[in-house]
């Protein structure tokens, strides 16, 4: 796993308007026992999460570097991990560990977490149920 790098600036130098640049993965998706009910954690369901990593990728543009960005197939599977890991109660604190979890182990200024829980115990149709956060080193 990479170790967390130094902080990253506020903005990106190379660009006009200072703003980060971002990588996206979508659509991790692994069997998770998280929810209130007792047939949640027993039974388990499928969540997945898609994520947007705030960073400067500049750097490893301009070198081909892949230490010099946020190594996404490590990212996943970090990921990967905490779906399948300690259960909660609540999609929210999903969404909080990962993105606690990616802000430590990534040189990334910040993260947008999105968990879904497409087969919540809901009474009536409907097509999903997410958590949509923003965290920042900041």
């Known amino acids: 796993m990479t170790t967390a790098a130094t902080v990253p600036p506020a903005g990106r ?5 200072g703003d ?27 969540f997945a999460v898609d994520l947007t990593l705030h960073l400067d990728l500049q750097p ?12 996404y197939g490590e990212v996943a599977e970090l990921v990967h991990g905490i779906i399948e890991g300690e259960p909660f ?21 910040a993260v947008d977490v999105t968990v879904h829980k497409p087969k919540a115990p809901i009474t009536v149709p409907f097509g999903d149920v997410a958590v949509t956060l923003r965290r920042s080193r900041a």
């Open 13 to 17: 130098s190379g660009s006009p308007s």
């Open 60 to 71: 490893a543009g301009t070198s081909d570097d892949l230490a010099r960005t946020a190594h």
């Open 20 to 46: 980060l640049d971002t990588v996206s993965l979508t659509g991790i998706t692994a069997t998770g026992y998280h929810g209130v009910f007792e047939h949640e954690r027993r039974d388990g369901q499928p």
């Open 89 to 109: 109660d609540l999609i929210e604190a999903l969404a909080e560990t990962i993105a606690a979890a990616v802000l430590a182990a990534f040189p990334v200024a």
